[in-house]
């Protein structure tokens, strides 16, 4: 099946630092990702939807010069974290869709653990 | 506004019994409403997916069902087995959002024990 890889899968960083998360789809070509963020217990908050070539829209509420989404190629987006602050510790996770397959199967990254100090 | 809930509660089953689980939703007329599974410190995986013109929809051990009238879709593991421990969470996208773009529940955590 589809496989979405993103990276790293955790990182501790200080704050005040960026932080450069990478969602890559491995055996298909994504041209829409979704970036999402979770609260321990909390559901999957959508952030933006990054699309390939063009700008990423952001969800209501979200600051997109913090959260700086780039879709530069068909299997990779990243999303940086700039000037992190501990608020801003979570889980983050991307998705994407295979536009290959006519059902909307999301296929999901295993996520990325932010930690600021 | 719009809303999704999902039971809070963990469900404790014991193996061999079946699992339901809710999803009920306000201020929504979804159109395609999915599950997932999720491990804890994982993504979510895809389980099933069933659109607003159909009642049921079955995959091995699992079982959707989707009212809109109730406003609700249940979910079901027969049979249930400790590696079905996890968390489920179910999703919802109305017809005018772009395809792919899904609104989460918070998931309910289901613990079978042997």
């Not at chain 2, 879709?73 to 249930?80: D, N, Q, V």
Request: charged content about 20%.
């Amino acid at each position: 099946g589809a496989v979405v890889s993103q990276h790293p899968s955790w990182v501790i960083c200080k704050s005040g630092t960026s932080v450069k998360i990478e969602c890559r789809s491995l055996d298909f070509q994504a041209t829409t990702m979704f970036w999402y963020r979770q609260f321990p217990k909390q559901s999957l908050m959508l952030m933006a939807t990054s699309n390939e070539g063009s700008k990423a829209t952001y969800e209501q509420g979200v600051e997109k010069d913090k959260f700086l989404i780039n879709h530069a190629s068909l299997t990779l987006s990243t999303l940086t974290v700039t000037s992190a602050h501990p608020e801003d510790s979570s889980f983050y996770i991307c998705s994407a869709r295979d536009p290959g397959r006519t059902n909307e199967k999301l296929f999901f990254g295993s996520g990325t653990q932010l930690s600021v100090l | 506004s719009q809303k999704i809930e999902q039971n809070s509660e963990a469900l404790n089953i014991q193996e061999g019994k079946t699992a339901t689980l809710t999803c009920n939703y306000t201020n929504y007329s979804p159109a395609y409403l999915q599950w997932y599974r999720q491990d804890p410190g994982r993504g979510p995986v895809f389980l099933l997916l069933i659109r607003e013109n159909e009642k049921e929809k079955r995959k091995e051990r699992l079982k959707v069902t989707f009212d809109t009238t109730l406003k609700q879709s249940l979910f079901h593991i027969t049979a249930s087995q400790p590696a079905d421990s996890a968390t489920y969470l179910c999703a919802l996208r109305s017809e005018g959002d772009s395809w792919g773009k899904f609104q989460f529940g918070a998931g309910t955590q289901v613990v079978v024990t042997p």
